[in-house]
Each structure stands twice: as C-alpha cells, then as structure tokens.
C-alpha cells in the first residue's frame, strides 16, 4: 500500500470480497535524513495515508524497512544503467525484484496467499489444453494489458515470472481508473482525491541528474556532442545527463540546417553523445537481452506488437528468440528512439507474450 | 485472546484513574490560577496530585513541577539547567549511550549551539560502569543525565554512585525515571540526584501529564515561558484531569509497589524461562540480575525481528521491538548497539513489557503460540538462503 488511490482501493476491494487481508507499505529511503523545515516530505505523508486507509477499512497495517534492498535491487541499478549510458526502468525492477521477491516471501512468512498491489493490470488463469501433452490442464497465468489503456502498467511487469504471478492479485487491472476514484469516494477512502503520482517515487524533485552525480560522485561531468560523422560540435557536462531521443537540454545552437538536433546515442566510454535530426532516430530492428517469456520460449520466428517505453503505441514486429534470454525484433515500420535500459514488451492483444531490456 | 505485553510503550488506565479524569474533566473545570471558588477547586486538585507524586518519590511538594510527560521533563531538566549554569562557563554534558531520544536529541540540539557532549558507553549487559563516569567527566561538566531504568532491556544504572561521582565535579545529575517510577522504589534522596523525569502514562496514568521534580535549590531556567503557574517554573494552564489522574496513578502505584513488582516478575520470569525453554536460540540481552521487573528483552537468532513482531500482532499479541520510530518503522536498537551485541542480534530482538492486566494464563499463551511462529520464519528463511 503505498497510500496511493489505486493499493487503496485494491485492499479495499478484497476485504470487501472478505478476504483476509494484511495492509503492507515499503518505508524505501530513509525520509528523514536531512529534513529540517516541516512538512516538505512526501513519502512519510503517504505511509500515514496507507495507514488511515489501513485504519478507514479495517485491515492490520504494517510498515516494512526495505532501504538496504531498495538501494541494492533498484537504486544501485538505476544509477548503474545512467553511468553506463543507458536510460532504466526502476519500476519495472522494483516490481520483479523488490515487490514480488522480498516482499512476496515476507507476505509469505505472514500467511499470505497472494499479493496483491493496486497496477493497472490483469492476471488471468488459462487451462492448457488437451493437446499440451504432460502438461495437459495445467493452469497458467497470463498477463493482460489493465482495462483502461491509459492507465495500464503491464509495461513495467514483464518481467515477473510464472512463479510470481501465480501469486500475484491486480484488483483494480479489471476497471477504469474514473471508477477506482469512483469507488475510493464512495467507500469514503481519505484518498479518494489523491493526485496520481509522478515520475520516479524516490526522486521527487524529479532532478534524476543531480540523483545520479549525488550517489556516484564520480560521475564523469564532461564529454562532447558529435554529429553522426564524429565530427564535434559541442561540449556537455556528463553523458549521464542525456537519453536517446532527446532534444530539450541539449544547449546547443542550431546546426546550420536550422532543423533541431536529437539525442541519437550514447557512448559513455568516449563520453560522447551523438546527436543529428530526428530521422536518425528511426530504428527497424533491435536486440533484447534478459528477455522473459511468459509463453513457452518460441522455436520460430512469431508476429506480436512491441511496446519499447510506457507511453509507446505498440507497433506490429516480428520477434525471434536467437538464444535463451535473447531476442531479435524487427519492425514493420520505423520506431523512433529505440532506448537502450528500457524494455521491449511483446503483446498478443492485451495479452503479454514476454519482454527483455533494450540493449 | 489479545495479548497487550507492551507496557514500556505506554499502559492501560487503571479504573480509579479514568474515574479521577473524568471526575476532573467534569467538575473541576476551573483554571488553577483563578482566585474564585471554581480556581480554587482545580488548585486543590493538583495540589493533591502534587502530593501523591512527591510521596512516591519521597519528595517535597513543593520541589514538583507538572509537565506534558516524560519528553517535557527531559527537555526542561537538560534545557533548563544548561542554561541556567550557562554564566559559569560549563560548557559540557554528558549522557548515557543508551538514553532515550528526548534525552539524546536535547544534546543534539544543544550541541549546535555550542555545548560539547559526551555519551559515555555501557558494557556488554547494559549497566554504565562509574569508571567510564569518571573518565568522560571534566571541570566544565554541567550535567550528567542517565537515565534510571531502561525502556529497552530494563537495565537498573547505578544512579546514586554516578551522582556522587558528578557531584564530586559541581556537576549536576540528571536521571530519566521513566521506566522506573511506579515499578520499583524510587527515593529521589537516596539515588542523590538533582533532577528527575516521570511520566503518567507509564504507569496506568493518562497521557499527556509528568513532571520534573526539581531538588529544591537547584538553578534552573524556565523551558516555557508565560504566566505564573508552577511558582513560575513552567508557564502554562494546568492540565488539571491530566494531572489529577497522574496523582491517583501515583497513590495506586504507591500503594501495591512491592506486591506488584513480586507478582509481575514472577509472570516476567515466568515468560522468560518459558521462552528459553521452547525455543531453540534464543537469548537474554541484558543484565537479568539488576532489571525492572517487568520487562525481558530477547533475541531470536535466524529470525528478523520486524517479521516476528508483524507474526506475533496477527496473532493476537502485542510486543515491541524497542523504540518504534515516529513512522512506525523498525530500526536497531540504539542500546543493543550501544552495548556492543552483532548487528544480528540487534536486528533479531523483541521486547516483552508485562503490567497491571497481565496474567499467568497470557503469559502461557506466548509461550505456547512463539515455538511454532518462530520454526515458520526460520524454515522461510532457510529456504530463501
């Protein structure tokens, strides 16, 4: 419970259902460190807000340290993924390695059954049918895109294997969030109202750059701009500070075509960020690694959409598994900024097939 | 059954005690400081809870100065009498490593202000030794404050050797009596200090109501500044339902003292043993000899604390795992730590607090339901790794 709107009213909904539920909330940094003026934090707001919700239904509630695994399963990644000049995806981590690993075998030791977390998703049970040989009608668990497609998170749970998704629960995944807020309301939750959250939970000032410097100091802060022919064009102040397909913040004047200039790429070895026009941008094909299927790992090639960041309109592909954990995809049509660090997500429909990290 | 075992965190009201508060709230409205018959009445109210409370510190009423609680009365001992010893150029304070934030956080703060402060260490079984005293103590000592029992592991400290020790050097002594008034005898003669903190609500009081009782002669300076009330030591209209039920709870506590220590450490040691007994790795942390006699504090080796103390409340029983922070989260314990244990033991230890409502039949209970909450974590764990 993360005192947002969407785990509120997800436990609300199983206890409503009667199931017994445990209220769990993740203290993820330390809050305190450093505060001096009053009421200027966040997060310890929105515990206490799981807790009245915890409180307004009736369901034990519980605060659980998870600094040290936070840092080292996401934090530690994420700055990782930047010094390397790759763009991450901490949410996506924090849900396969945090929420459905620590905390699922905590939820475990409790006596819990399930997990259950307010995304905007939807696990389903398929019967495998009578032609599955040894595996005949045994039951697998498909991820499904969330009913509100402006709302879905599937993107950022991909990566959740079999095993976790057996015993993961998505409450809300099944309804449009105006009905959540709707409900929230209706059950009288003291975070009905509550603005969505934004962005990166554990930046709120949503300065990922001064994150990055602050955690590894030795972050290289200088490097040059280079069009695509390597020729220099600019000075930047380290390559961490970028992300393909970029183009606000670059500070550089316009080249001499007058046309704007886009992150291209990122070579973090030579601090070198390559910029040029948006049509250099325009990729067919890339390679995933680290790829989970949640179908049986494909012998031949398969046609699916691809999504490559959270807010990209799958686009038709054909998706070949060339080794165990890798993937080729190529596109029918030209994707702009295909980002190293984010992930590629292979969809059937709604129906998530599997995905890997955008190498 | 609902199993409450922890009574270092705060206790039930007595019965007596909710019928003074509500007697008070009721009929003694008045503001102390009036001069008619309703001030009057509400004066005479706490001048009976002042006399409760000096006679189970064997004080004088006049030397008692009502606060808000044990926090208050920490602030105003170290605040108070640092400032008020500020002109004679001491300029140093010394406490505990174990004290409890209010103690710990008043240096803090005054150590941005200029004050150097020392927290002298304890050994191994929570006891602060005279020596380390002796070693930390300078000329310029203003204050020494150690608190008298422990919140954590229940330590009993050498109060009156460490005030004649600080004496010795002009220093004052301060101790945080918290955990210890109304569980054991406390003589504010005999332990030889200048200045101690209580708290209500520790002992089947109401919260929000303690004081500071002040050795008559010592300087001090206000903390909250105003009227005239507390012969102008502690600005502020009395809480006079408050304070009316922290002087019955001291008349109760006064009462039953050495019965009810008999009867809640036999349930304590009860617990203890029992717990030893059934579950395999498990240890005591801290002096079991010299202890307040309600409470145990014990480790669970291959087992995190958080997830024990999470299995025990789901199960009906409430413990602690020390201090919970303001958050309500779970950090080690500053005292474990302190007395040098593992990170590992720290991190695995519970706290068991018994009191007024606790029976032999709850005490059994534990004893029963822990073995088997505690095989479950370990086998989790074990799995895991």
């Known amino acids: 419970m ?121 696990v389903e049970p398929l019967r495998l049918a009578g032609d599955n040989g040894a595996r005949s009608g045994h039951v697998r668990y498909v991820l499904k895109r969330g009913v509100d497609a402006a709302k879905d998170q599937s993107y950022f749970l991909f990566s959740l294997t079999q095993a976790q998704l057996t015993r993961a629960v998505f409450p809300v995944g099944d309804r449009p969030k105006s009905a959540v807020r709707e409900y929230a309301r209706l059950r009288n939750l003291p975070v009905a109202d509550k603005p969505d959250s934004q962005e990166i939970c554990f930046i709120p000032d949503h300065d990922y750059r001064g994150f990055v410097e602050k955690q590894r100091p030795d972050t290289s802060r200088n490097g040059q701009f280079v069009d695509e022919h390597g020729s220099i064009v600019g000075a930047h102040d380290g390559v961490h500070r970028f992300t393909v397909g970029q183009r606000r913040g670059l500070g550089l004047t316009a080249a001499a075509s007058g046309t704007p200039l886009y992150v291209l790429a990122l070579r973090p070895t030579e601090r070198q960020v390559v910029v040029g026009p948006k049509s250099s941008l325009e990729r067919t094909t890339l390679s995933a690694s680290g790829v989970n299927w949640l179908i049986d790992p494909p012998t031949a090639s398969i046609r699916a959409t691809v999504q490559i960041r959270h807010r990209h309109q799958a686009a038709p592909a054909t998706v070949r598994a060339v080794a165990p954990g890798q993937a080729a995809v190529t596109f029918d049509a030209p994707q702009i900024a295909v980002t190293p660090g984010q992930a590629a997500v292979f969809y059937d429909g709604d129906v998530v097939l599997g995905g890997g990290w955008i190498d | 059954m609902r199993v409450y075992f922890d009574y270092n965190a705060t206790t039930p009201l007595a019965p007596e005690v909710i019928d003074a508060v509500v007697r008070a709230t009721r009929d003694t409205f008045g503001n102390a400081s009036s001069v008619h018959h309703f001030g009057q009445q509400a004066k005479a109210a706490l001048d009976d809870a002042r006399s409760a409370v000096a006679a189970l510190i064997h004080a004088d009423p006049s030397e008692i100065v009502f606060t808000s609680g044990g926090t208050e009365s920490d602030n105003f001992a170290i605040r108070g009498a640092s400032e008020a010893l500020e002109p004679s150029g001491r300029r140093h304070l010394i406490a505990s490593a174990i004290e ?146 922290l ?76 201090s919970a922070c303001s958050s309500g989260t779970l950090e080690p314990s500053h005292v474990l730590r302190a007395m040098g244990l593992s990170t590992h033991r720290t991190q695995n230890s519970l706290r068991f607090s018994l009191g007024m409502c606790s029976t032999a039949a709850e005490v059994d209970h534990v004893v029963e339901v822990l073995p088997r909450l505690v095989e479950k974590l370990r086998s989790l764990s074990r799995k895991v790794s």
């Open chain 2, 247 to 322: 002087g019955v709870a001291a008349r109760l506590a006064a009462g039953k003292l050495a019965a009810e220590a008999a009867r809640v450490g036999a349930l304590r040691d009860r617990l203890e043993e029992g717990i030893l007994r059934t579950v395999p790795g498990t240890v005591v942390n801290g002096a079991r000899g010299s202890r307040v006699p309600n409470t145990t504090n014990i480790s669970f080796d291959r087992v995190e604390a958080e997830s024990l103390l999470i299995a025990l409340d789901l199960e009906g029983i409430a413990v602690s795992t020390g």
């Open chain 1, 2 to 122: 993360s005192g947002g709107v969407d785990s509120s009213v997800a436990a609300a909904l199983l206890a409503e259902q009667g199931h017994d539920v445990i209220g769990l909330s993740m203290q993820l940094y330390d809050q305190s460190e450093g505060q001096t003026s009053f009421g200027s934090c966040c997060s310890i707001d929105d515990l206490h807000d799981a807790r009245r919700v915890a409180a307004a239904i009736n369901i034990p509630h519980y605060i659980l340290n998870f600094e040290r695994q936070f840092q080292e399963q996401v934090v530690s990644n994420f700055v990782d993924e930047y010094a390397s000049g790759r763009t991450p995806l901490p949410c996506a981590h924090c849900n396969s390695d945090l929420k459905f690993t620590t905390l699922a075998e905590r939820a475990r030791s409790l006596g819990a059954d399930a997990v259950a977390t307010g995304h905007y998703a939807r």
């Open chain 2, 100 to 245: 409890h934030e209010a103690v710990l956080n008043t240096l803090r703060a005054l150590t941005r202000r200029g004050w150097r402060t020392t927290l002298v260490p304890v050994d191994e079984s929570g006891i602060l030794s005279p020596d380390r005293l002796r070693e930390a103590i300078a000329d310029d000592t203003a204050l020494v404050s150690v608190m008298h029992a422990n919140n954590e592991i229940g330590t009993i400290q050498p109060i009156a050797e460490l005030a004649t020790l600080a004496h010795a050097r002009g220093a004052l002594l301060h101790t945080d009596a918290v955990q210890s008034v109304g569980k054991i005898p406390v003589d504010v003669r005999a332990l030889g200090v200048d200045l101690l903190s209580l708290s209500a609500h520790k002992f089947n009081g109401p919260k929000g109501a303690g004081a500071l009782w002040i050795k008559r002669g010592t300087r001090m300076q206000s903390i909250v500044t105003g009227g005239k009330h507390e012969r102008n030591r502690r600005a502020g209209t009395e809480n006079v339902p408050g304070l009316a039920g």
